[in-house]
């Protein structure tokens, strides 16, 4: 009985060990910075990154010479049906925490545990705007044609596709709103690869200012002030 109390004492000490290390990366690393490419190309892209004050987007013209979002990502999959939005805001997130959990009080256990430990699916989080401001909660960066080709095409690839090569729509009721839809998507949310951190390395794809490594808005955000 000793033997295994001094098992499980250094199981328990390991556990808590990862745990801190883990805390202390998340506060530590998003401070070492990715400085922004230096270009000589004109800049003719607005783009912005946008945050709930968890979960992070990127958010898009829907129709540029590059690239026009709505023949993807329909407005007809959205409650209004509306065509006149201007922006696009994607972000890539657990499905469970998106269709499970609208608020966090009503988060669970499992959901919680599934998303840590690869153990869910993904999904697309696609939100239709009329107009952006830019705050606290929203920033404006401007990129090249090439930039935005390569955000473009990081987005693009995070879709899970049927065998036409169309993007997948979760047919759910857990919207948030009545311009937004959820896809399927690629890859297992877990606690090093959170909807943060795909946003800031679809930011460093792009020649963006991001952070060397973040889990949270505020690892991206940060580097905006």
Partial sequence: MKKIIITALKGLGILVGIIAIYLLGVLLIPYIPVSAEKVTEPKTITAYILTNGVHTDIVMPIKSAEMDWSKKILFENTLSKSSDYKYLSIGWGDKG?????????????????????????????????????????????????????????????????????????????????????????????????????????????????????????????????
């Fill in 97 to 225: 925490f998106y269709l499970d959990t609208p608020t966090w009080a009503e988060l669970k256990f499992s959901t919680a545990f599934k998303a840590a430990f690869w153990l869910g699916e993904s999904a697309m989080h696609c939100t239709f705007y009329k107009t952006m401001t830019v705050s606290e909660d929203c920033k404006k960066i401007e990129l090249t044609q090439a930039q935005y080709l390569d955000l473009i095409a990081f987005v693009e690839d995070k879709f899970d596709y049927d065998s036409s090569g169309k993007v997948m729509l979760i047919k759910t009721d857990a919207i948030y709103g009545d311009n937004d839809a959820f896809y399927d998507a690629k890859g297992s949310y877990n606690f090093l690869d959170t909807c943060n951190t795909w946003t800031n390395r679809g930011l460093k794809e792009a020649g963006q200012k991001a952070a060397f490594w973040t889990a949270t808005d505020f690892g991206i955000f940060q580097h905006y002030d």
